[in-house]
């Protein structure tokens, strides 16, 4: 859920305000499993949630109401051509996930502004033309990086950072 105020088991909901057990709703207020309440039966619903054997039951209803709802198969925004799950401002981005502002890239997960790349994991800082790296962001031209940040030109690092040139480096 995104932008949503005193939400309860919600799930893919925008803009909501006091929903419980809601999925896949914009911008609504007093909701109850998808339907309208009252306020005086959000309130009623809250309140029994104090005890545990109230909440195991609310947890029931909604695993049931979720069954009888779709779900999105990918979360994708501002994105063209592009594969994968939770990408943002993407362009020709193959198989990816949980990236933002990338270009170019495949099999990369977990990254920002990141360009012309593949199989990254963790480049949290960009980079470009950066290949088989993890938690290596920053750098230009890097491959075979683990743990290295704001590098160039530089194969098989280990824990460096801001090296120029470097090959095998720990």
């Not at 994708?76 to 990408?87: A, F, I, K």
Request: glycine share 6%; charged share 20%.
């Amino acid at each position: 859920c995104t932008n949503c105020v005193d939400c309860v088991f919600c799930s893919d909901c925008q803009g909501c305000q006091n929903c419980i057990g809601c999925a896949n709703l914009r911008n609504a207020t007093n909701h109850l499993f998808n339907k309208p309440a009252s306020p005086e039966q959000i309130n009623a619903v809250r309140t029994s949630l104090r005890s545990h054997r109230s909440l195991t039951d609310l947890e029931r209803k909604v695993e049931s109401f979720y069954r009888t709802v779709p779900h999105r198969s990918t979360h994708q925004d501002n994105t063209e051509n592009c594969t994968g799950d939770y990408v943002s401002n993407c362009r020709n981005c193959s198989s990816c996930y949980d990236l933002e502002d990338c270009e170019d890239c495949a099999h990369c997960y977990h990254a920002n502004n990141l360009k012309d790349s593949r199989d990254v994991f963790g480049a949290l800082m960009g980079g470009e033309l950066q290949y088989e790296n993890s938690a290596a962001g920053g750098g230009m031209n890097v491959q075979f990086a683990y743990l290295s940040w704001h590098n160039a030109e530089c194969q098989y690092l280990n824990y460096s950072g801001q090296c120029r040139r470097c090959f095998g480096c720990i």
